[in-house]
């Protein structure tokens, strides 16, 4: 085997399944998405066995198998526990793809360490070896790289910075999803704007006329460009809080750049200016003078490209 075969990568969502075939140059030879079963458990592992073998039968040698999962993969026992697919609290997903994986190599890491390996390697990262991802959808959550080394933690956690405690004092609303994803990230957003709506005394404004129940951050952000006032109030609260996470990664890992993604984050990069003016009230005064702000150059390809990233470091790092 040598290091130029291509790789698998698969990317696990909460609700798709894409798995592609990707040269050492990035491009993109083979790809599909199914769509993640509904039941989870083994139905998704069937169709991740299924998907990734019909891949390998038209890719060719293949070396290497790069996995993201979007949760924490336990490398001690080869488990997954990712909360949004039913029945992976402890899913042996390890033993699952060695199944059908013959002798090639498995790596498998969550869905932001992914993230940031693509953008270091074909993306808004390039170059770096000090740089953090921070995806911003349903929730938040950050991959990051210190001294070109990806940071995991003792158990696979790292990074989980939806938990930051940015706001006191503490509220019942924070133990679901931790702080500052409760009032930053994509449902956060939303939720908050349900909130002022709820609460506002002869708001006629563009967000009062979607159902609540069908409201979203997109909305929101689409309102606040309108110049609705209870979007501009929410919009501001959640650059505050991305700007005090800002400084907060900036002062531990004085990194040489932070890229946003995730599905806020389109419609959000516009704001990158005000968040890092926010950070500067908060950061390391040196550090924060390091670093920049940018948008993902990747967008949702991000993450496959950091799993086929993933398999081919596993490959240099086996010495094969």
């Known amino acids: 085997m040598t290091s130029s075969m291509p790789v698998l990568a698969i990317d696990l969502g909460a609700t798709k399944i894409l798995a592609a075939v990707v040269a050492d140059n990035g491009t993109l030879l083979a790809e599909k998405q ?18 990734a073998v019909e891949m390998l039968a038209v890719a060719g040698p293949v070396q290497s198998i790069g996995v993201c999962v979007p949760g924490i993969y336990r490398k001690a026992t080869g ?9 992976w609290n402890d899913y042996p ?4 793809i060695r199944a059908f994986s013959g002798n090639r190599l498995i790596v498998i890491d969550s869905d ?18 000090d740089a953090i ?44 999803s931790g702080c500052f994803e409760s009032r930053a990230s994509g449902a956060g957003i939303a939720a908050e704007a349900k909130r002022m709506i709820k609460k506002g005394e002869n708001y006629a404004g563009e967000l009062s006329k979607i159902d609540a129940d069908l409201l979203t951050a997109s909305h929101v952000l689409e309102a606040y460009d309108s110049g609705d006032r209870i979007a501009i109030a929410v919009v501001r609260q959640a650059v505050a809080f991305w700007g005090m996470a800002v ?36 950061a390391q005064p040196v550090a924060i003078n390091q670093v920049r702000l940018a948008a ?14 993933l398999a081919m ?7 094969l």
């Open 296 to 309: 993902s150059a990747l967008g949702s390809n991000a993450v496959v490209y950091g799993a086929a990233r």
């Open 93 to 96: 997903l390890l033993s699952e």
């Open 112 to 129: 932001r360490t992914c993230s940031i390996l693509g953008e270091q390697w074909l993306g808004a990262a390039a170059g770096c070896s």
């Open 313 to 319: 470091l596993h490959i240099k790092n086996s010495g």
């Open 133 to 176: 991802f921070v995806a911003v959808g349903t929730g938040i959550g950050a991959g990051i790289l210190c001294g070109g080394n990806i940071v995991d933690g003792a158990h696979g956690s790292a990074g989980a910075i939806g938990w930051m405690a940015l706001e006191r004092p503490y509220s019942g609303d924070f133990a679901a």
């Open 247 to 282: 400084a907060n990664l900036v002062s531990l890992f004085n990194p040489q750049v932070i890229v946003f993604g995730g599905g806020v984050f389109g419609p959000a990069q516009a704001l990158l200016p005000q968040i890092m003016h926010e950070a500067r009230k908060w």
């Open 79 to 87: 488990t997954v526990w990712a909360p949004n697919i039913t029945g």
């Open 34 to 51: 199914v769509r993640m079963h509904p039941k989870g458990g083994q139905h998704a592992g069937k169709q991740i066995t299924a998907l």
